[in-house]
T-cell receptor, first 115, second 115 residues
Framework: GENVEQHPSTLSVQEGDSAVIKCTYS??????FPWYKQELGKRPQLIID?????GEKKDQRIAVTLNKTAKHFSLHITETQPEDSAVYFC??????????????FGAGTQVVVTP | GAVVSQHPSWVICKSGTSVKIECRSL??????MFWYRQFPKQSLMLMAT?????????EQGVEKDKFLINHASLTLSTLTVTSAHPEDSSFYIC???????????FGNGTRLTVT
């Protein structure tokens, strides 16, 4: 099955700086890679996702890059703000017409943005 | 975006009792649903997957007789933790996918504490 590794486990950045979280996956058949943000005690919320036919996707201060050959993808947050402080999870799944598309999550990265 | 309502948000029960958690999709019909469990400061671990009207498929290591899942309609799924023990204390989160290529949407989660 799919195995997703995520680094770093914790990340402390100064407000205004950039934050980068990296994930690797093991199953070359995986073709969908979402990122979730989870605040303490709350549900994970989808912040951005990318499919394997795209190398990069951007949404305001958030961007995700995908390298299919190396089987890794990264989340980039620019101009970080205190409200970006949360746990971020990467995930991977294989999505086909007859697949349930189960998500395999990384271990999570605790991001702390200090003013 | 898709709305998923999960109840209760928290529950405290005595060891040996059973607890039912409900998850409803409010604005779409969910053919596939997933139940996740999250221990403190850990990642989301998939417990089981089910399609409406079918038996759930459980992940390795998850006891199907202990965690009863019912997905009787396109808008309601329930998870019953039977004969709960303190080690079952966790954050349980349901998630639905509206259709095969749509993102996964999570309920608000249920914090279960077994005393």
């Amino acid at each position: 099955g799919e195995n997703v590794e995520q680094h770093p486990s914790t990340l402390s950045v100064q407000e205004g700086d950039s934050a980068v979280i990296k994930c690797t996956y093991s199953d070359s058949a995986s073709n969908y890679f979402p990122w979730y943000k989870q605040e303490l005690g709350k549900r994970p919320q989808l912040i951005i996702d990318i499919r394997s036919n795209v190398g990069e996707k951007k949404d305001q201060r958030i961007a995700v890059t995908l390298n299919k050959t190396a089987k890794h993808f990264s989340l980039h947050i620019t101009e970080t703000q205190p409200e970006d402080s949360a746990v971020y999870f990467c995930a991977a799944s294989m999505r086909t017409t007859d697949s349930w598309g189960k998500l395999q999550f990384g271990a999570g990265t605790q991001v702390v943005v200090t003013p | 975006g898709a709305v998923v309502s999960q109840h209760p948000s928290w529950v405290i029960c005595k060891s040996g009792t059973s607890v039912k958690i409900e998850c409803r999709s409010l604005d779409f019909q969910a053919t596939t649903m997933f139940w996740y469990r999250q221990f403190p400061k850990q990642s989301l671990m998939l417990m089981a997957t089910s399609n409406e009207g079918s038996k759930a498929t459980y992940e390795q290591g998850v006891e199907k007789d202990k965690f009863l899942i019912n997905h009787a309609s396109l808008t309601l799924s329930t998870l019953t933790v039977t004969s709960a023990h303190p080690e079952d204390s966790s954050f349980y989160i349901c998630s639905f996918r509206a259709f095969i290529n749509s993102p996964l949407h999570f309920g608000n989660g249920t914090r279960l504490t077994v005393t």
